[in-house]
């Protein structure tokens, strides 16, 4: 028979455990619960897919007399290894290859570039892992070089390296097709530059405004990262079809999975609409489900390019000359 003093140790002991099972799992709780919310919820899975109107986009291409784009080349500015679950919500923690990417499509009698980079200093402030300023010095030649440039948004990693250009010589800002929001943003970045950016097309006044660019090039308006978020549509002399997704869909696996970014990323440390870029997003998956033929170029998923730059027939920019302080500073 068990002794008094028996039967109070076991009960110390029951009472031991369970204190230490309930803090244990309030512990869990207190962990569980906001990484399942700032990093894995979707967000609300009954938003409806937003309508991509790729026959407008061909009529619009089309619309344009004159050589389409005959090839396209990349250069990646700054780059990183990013958990999966920060841009794809539910991603899990295996690291994913993401970076700034500045796009030439290269045209007989005059190129388009989209996006303009970015400088040292933004990437740091952007939290890129490592910044390449050889690629950066390619992309402003391109840009210098070209006849018109174009954005799929107005975050500092595509509009930056256009803003510090442009400090140095406001023509450059003239080559700019950009839609209402953009436009402010580069006016707020740069006030000088208030007489020297051209007005934004007036199709692409209208929030779901679509536009001819150039022979082969067409744009739609695609707010939900930001406002002034947007696609570009290309079709190539050879027939080919491409859709920069931007940042409606930075990773290939925002469409594949239909998640948007993590709810930290896009609402901790952004402003985004993750209902509106989960529309975009499922846009696209059915829009690649009806369309095989067309390859949709996500916004920063290096990874993707890499595997398929060579089908893609994307090429990678040679390196640009860097000048010698410069040079000092990158090693």
Do not use: C
């Not at 009529?59 to 780059?79: D, H, K, M, W």
């Not at 595509?158 to 700019?176: C, E, M, Y």
């Amino acid at each position: 028979m068990a002794s008094p003093g028996d039967w109070r140790s076991d009960r110390i002991r029951d009472i031991g455990l369970t204190m230490f099972t309930r803090i244990a799992l309030l512990l869990i709780l207190l962990v569980a619960v906001p990484y399942y919310w700032l990093l894995m919820d979707p967000g609300p899975t009954s938003v409806a897919p937003r309508t991509i109107d790729i026959a407008r986009l061909r009529s619009l291409a089309e619309s344009q007399q004159g050589q389409r784009p005959v090839g396209i080349q990349y250069a990646a500015v700054a780059t990183d290894n990013e958990p999966g679950t920060l841009l794809v919500a539910g991603g899990g923690l295996r690291t994913d290859e993401t970076a700034v990417f500045i796009w030439r499509l290269i045209t007989p009698g005059g190129d388009t570039v989209i996006n303009s980079g970015l400088t040292r200093d933004q990437s740091l402030a952007t939290g890129y892992e490592a910044y390449h300023p050889e690629m950066q010095q390619t992309a402003n030649s391109w840009l210098r070089s070209s006849q018109r440039i174009i954005f799929t948004s107005e975050d500092i990693d595509h509009i930056g390296g256009l803003v510090s250009l442009v400090l140095a010589d406001r023509k450059i800002a003239g080559k700019l097709i950009g839609n209402p929001r953009q436009i402010d943003a580069l006016r707020a970045l740069a006030p000088v530059l208030m007489d020297s950016l051209g007005p934004p097309p007036a199709a692409l006044a209208d929030p779901a405004g679509y536009a001819a660019i150039a022979p082969g090039i067409a744009v739609m308006r695609t707010p939900g990262y930001l406002d002034g978020t947007q696609m570009i549509y290309v079709r190539l002399q050879n027939g080919r079809e491409f859709l920069f997704a931007g940042d409606s869909a930075p990773m290939r696996r925002n469409v594949t999975w239909q998640r948007p970014r993590s709810r930290y990323v896009a609402e901790w440390l952004g402003s985004e609409d993750r209902a509106a870029t989960l529309g975009w997003i499922k846009g696209l998956a059915s829009l690649k489900q009806r369309e095989p033929g067309l390859t949709v170029v996500y916004g920063h998923d290096f990874g993707w390019l890499k595997d398929n730059a060579q089908q893609l027939q994307f090429a990678a920019a040679p390196a640009g000359p860097l000048p010698a302080p410069a040079r000092k500073a990158a090693r």
